[in-house]
C-alpha cells in the first residue's frame, strides 16, 4: 500500500499539504509545575514538570547543571483495542 496515491492523497484523504486536526490543553494537573496535553491525528501527548527541586548530594551539585528523567509509555492501537507497551 502506498502512502500518498497517484492523484496526491493520503490514506486518510488528506492532500500531502493538509495537517491533521490539531488540539492542545495546559495545566490538566494541579500537583505538577506544570502540564500539558496535545493530540495531533492518532497521536497523544501527556507532559507534566516538576521542579525545580534540590539537590539532595553536593557531589551531584558539583558534576551536574541538571538533572532529568524521562518516563515514556507508548500505546498502540490496533483494530481489535487498544494495546500498551510499558
Given at each position: 500500500m502506498e502512502v500518498?496515491?497517484?492523484e496526491g492523497l493520503r490514506q486518510d484523504g488528506r492532500t500531502a499539504l493538509c495537517l491533521r486536526d490539531i488540539s492542545?490543553?495546559?495545566g490538566l494537573y494541579e500537583r505538577p509545575n506544570g502540564s500539558a496535553y496535545?493530540?495531533?491525528g492518532n497521536?497523544?501527548?501527556l507532559a507534566a514538570v516538576y521542579?525545580?527541586?534540590e539537590v539532595l548530594s553536593r557531589h551531584i551539585y558539583y558534576s551536574m547543571h541538571c538533572i532529568t528523567e524521562i518516563l515514556f509509555r507508548g500505546c498502540l492501537t490496533c483494530i481489535s483495542g487498544p494495546y500498551c507497551i510499558i
Open positions: 500518498i496515491s497517484p492542545c490543553r495546559l496535545i493530540e495531533m497521536t497523544k501527548v521542579g525545580p527541586r
